[in-house]
């Protein structure tokens, strides 16, 4: 389907803080031009491994290979060094910054010469929206404007656009889609399309598999720190996904035990203790 | 939320310019406090009379504001960068009596009283600068702690060297030409000194790229240093820059008044972040401006000063200005969230 060689891959990384283990054995790939999704509940150890990812956090064990070489994150800067990038839900854009003075924060474009040098407001303007206009987000024509007075798909696309300007390779998406509206969602899976359709390798971490099946070229379940399952795209069906996410109780099962409670509780809903099931989202 | 993010239509040439007047406007941090600004220059105008408008009149309130306002610019940065500063209250007497006594107790040339004066200032604000970058502890807490720390010494060694709380000095002609002169007889040359500063900040904040770093700092502590911005080097270099501009001060009051008092000072702490906040400073962080902390400055010294020209009860000048600061963060607030909001109304239309 796609032998590119990964640009980014983890083989056998464990990761434990003190006595705890928190990843086990994870052996990952992402290729450049392909999505892989990683699906986890809540605590399944998602942002541990996007740390890792991150170079936030070095492996007990195991290895981390950038286009098949070994190699070992100094630090975040390292990563990004190397391109890596970790968008986090708007992270990256400050709201009350205009969106030429955002994109650009740490990287300002300069005229004038020595001490002199003065920020170019109309250049980094220009490029900012240019950036965030080509990937299709065509409302954004004034670079003065507020980042706040953004949409959150808007915030969470120029985060992606910032990114990609500054040459990622691989993006890494933490939960992008979360605290979004149906539509915006949509937009921001349609940025997801479009860093993917310029070759970039996206790692895109989800709980919502709707959103994930969108755009997934790879998925990787993820369950109390290891790899529960890992498929490519037609393989699965969402409700197997999402039973696996859950932890193996199916979506059924549960059903069934709401009605049960409810025959015997005179039409009650059970109340979450009661229930005893982990809440698939 | 409702508006769609991509449309296919709409290129850039077709906005209606006129349309963003009041959306461009509203984003300057400064719109509120230039109202303000103009409200109690009117006010002050019709009431305080030809007093408050001839020369003498406005020199005593612009003596006010260039003293206030060497101080207020660095705390308006500091604020903006998300810190705030209170040490600078125990700073401006710690530097007039180190001036005074290195120049005026052992004779030593004033220039070297000078020097050691502004190197105080730029020793409490790196020591300030130091405590906020290695500790969690808010900037609030350890300021008041490195004020009460300076305010300490500087009470106990003016009163073990010099033997009382009050030191004079009597500055050469060209020491005292430049930072203690009156122009035209009553207008501090303090004054020209603040246009310095104002000149100078106004640079750092809005034209050099420092000045986004600032910004950023404020915005979001942390994807500021994710984006690679010196974070502890630029705290540490605006806590020296505040540290600095009240030693200043100091050294301007000295010359200007010629004797140092150990209790001098403490009124500049709450006046400067008044001016700052009416000026538009969000008190947070991560927005205001030169030119709002230059009005809000001005709006300050007005009532303050001007209380006197009318036939008011002085003490209503204090009653005024707390109105000024709820009204001017009131007004603040609402003209943020036009700036906010109202581009994405705009959009939504288009």
């Given at each position: 389907m796609n032998d590119k060689p990964a640009i980014l891959e983890l083989r056998n990384v464990n990761k434990s803080f003190g006595p705890i283990d928190v990843l086990h054995d994870i052996s990952l790939r992402v290729r450049a031009?392909?999505?892989?999704?990683?699906?986890?509940?809540?605590?399944?150890?998602?942002?541990?491994?996007?740390?890792?990812?991150?170079?936030?956090?070095?492996?007990?064990?195991?290895?981390?290979?950038?286009?098949?070489?070994?190699?070992?994150?100094?630090?975040?800067?390292?990563?990004?060094?190397r391109g890596i990038a970790t968008v986090h839900q708007f992270g990256g854009t400050f709201p009350l910054m205009s969106i030429g003075r955002s994109f650009f924060v740490g990287v300002e474009p300069t005229k004038g010469w020595g001490p002199f040098k003065i920020y170019d407001r109309k250049r980094a303007n220009e490029i900012a929206v240019k950036a965030v206009r080509d990937f299709g987000i065509t409302r954004i024509d004034d670079g003065d404007r507020l980042v706040g007075g953004l949409?959150?798909?808007?915030?969470?696309?120029?985060?992606?656009?910032?990114?990609?300007?500054?040459?990622?390779?691989?993006?890494?998406?933490?939960?992008?889609?979360?605290?979004?509206?149906?539509?915006?969602?949509?937009?921001?899976?349609r940025i997801v399309n479009e860093a993917k359709r310029r070759g970039l390798a996206v790692v895109f971490i989800t709980h919502q598999v709707m959103h994930a099946m969108a755009v997934g070229d790879h998925f990787a379940v993820l369950i109390r720190g290891a790899i529960a399952a890992d498929f490519r795209k037609g393989e699965r069906t969402r409700?197997?996904?999402?039973?696996?996410?859950?932890?193996?109780?199916?979506?059924?099962?549960?059903?069934a035990q709401v009605d049960g409670y409810m025959e015997t509780h005179a039409g009650h809903p059970p109340s979450l203790p009661a229930l005893e099931a982990p809440a698939a989202h | 939320m409702a508006h769609p993010v991509v449309s296919t239509s709409a290129p850039a040439a077709d906005q209606p310019?006129?349309?963003?007047?009041?959306?461009?406007?509203?984003?300057?941090?400064?719109?509120?406090?230039?109202?303000?600004?103009?409200?109690?220059?009117?006010?002050?105008?019709?009431?305080?009379?030809?007093?408050?408008?001839?020369?003498?009149?406005?020199?005593?309130?612009?003596?006010?504001?260039?003293?206030?306002?060497?101080?207020?610019?660095?705390?308006?940065?500091?604020?903006?960068?998300?810190?705030?500063?209170?040490?600078?209250?125990?700073?401006?007497?710690?530097?007039?009596?180190?001036?005074?006594?290195?120049?005026?107790?052992?004779?030593l040339p004033d220039w070297l009283g000078i020097t050691a004066a502004l190197g105080l200032g730029l020793a409490v604000g790196f020591l300030n600068g130091l405590f906020v970058t290695r500790t969690t502890i808010p900037s609030l807490i350890i300021t008041i702690g490195t004020m009460f720390g300076t305010m300490g010494l500087t009470l106990g060694l003016t009163?073990?060297?010099?033997?009382?709380?009050?030191?004079?000095?009597?500055?050469?002609?060209?020491?005292?030409?430049?930072?203690?002169?009156?122009?035209?007889?009553?207008?501090?040359?303090t004054i020209l000194w603040w246009v310095v500063f104002v000149v100078g900040l106004f640079w750092l904040l809005h034209i050099s790229p420092i000045g986004n770093w600032i910004y950023a700092l404020g915005g979001d502590k942390?994807?500021?240093?994710?984006?690679?911005?010196?974070?502890?080097?630029?705290?540490?270099?605006?806590?020296?820059?505040?540290?600095?501009?009240?030693?200043?001060?100091?050294?301007?009051?000295?010359m200007v008044y010629q004797s140092a008092q150990v209790l001098a000072g403490q009124s500049f702490i709450f006046n400067s972040i008044m001016c700052v906040v009416i000026g538009g400073v969000?008190?947070?962080?991560?927005?205001?401006?030169?030119?709002?902390?230059?009005?809000?400055?001005?709006?300050?010294?007005?009532?303050?000063?001007?209380?006197?020209?009318?036939?008011?009860?002085?003490?209503?000048?204090?009653?005024?200005?707390?109105?000024?600061?709820?009204?001017?963060?009131?007004?603040?607030?609402?003209?943020?969230?036009?700036?906010?909001?109202?581009?994405?109304?705009?959009?939504?239309?288009?």
């Open positions: 031009g392909e999505v892989l999704c990683l699906l986890g509940d809540n605590g399944a150890g998602k942002s541990t491994l996007i740390k890792t990812l991150a170079g936030v956090h070095k492996p007990t064990s195991g290895e981390i290979l950038m286009d098949g070489q070994s190699v070992t994150f100094v630090g975040p800067s390292d990563a990004q060094g949409s959150g798909g808007e915030r969470q696309s120029l985060a992606i656009a910032r990114a990609v300007h500054f040459g990622a390779r691989v993006l890494i998406l933490d939960e992008p889609t979360a605290a979004l509206g149906v539509k915006q969602a949509s937009h921001v899976l409700e197997e996904i999402t039973d696996l996410m859950a932890g193996g109780e199916t979506m059924a099962d549960l059903e | 310019q006129s349309g963003l007047a009041l959306g461009r406007l509203a984003r300057r941090p400064e719109s509120g406090s230039f109202l303000g600004l103009v409200a109690v220059l009117l006010f002050f105008g019709v009431f305080g009379g030809s007093g408050f408008l001839s020369a003498a009149g406005t020199a005593s309130w612009l003596n006010i504001a260039s003293e206030i306002g060497i101080i207020a610019l660095p705390i308006g940065l500091l604020m903006i960068a998300g810190e705030l500063d209170i040490s600078v209250g125990a700073v401006i007497p710690a530097a007039s009596l180190t001036a005074a006594i290195v120049s005026g107790h052992y004779g009163v073990k060297i010099a033997g009382s709380t009050g030191v004079s000095l009597v500055p050469g002609p060209i020491v005292k030409e430049i930072f203690g002169d009156y122009l035209g007889g009553m207008f501090q040359v942390e994807s500021a240093r994710n984006a690679g911005i010196p974070t502890k080097r630029l705290t540490i270099g605006l806590f020296m820059l505040s540290g600095f501009s009240a030693a200043f001060v100091g050294v301007s009051e000295v969000l008190l947070t962080g991560g927005f205001g401006s030169i030119v709002g902390i230059v009005f809000g400055t001005l709006t300050f010294s007005i009532v303050n000063q001007g209380i006197y020209f009318t036939s008011l009860d002085p003490n209503v000048g204090s009653v005024i200005i707390g109105a000024l600061l709820l009204i001017a963060v009131l007004t603040n607030d609402t003209f943020r969230q036009m700036a906010l909001s109202y581009s994405s109304k705009k959009g939504g239309q288009s």
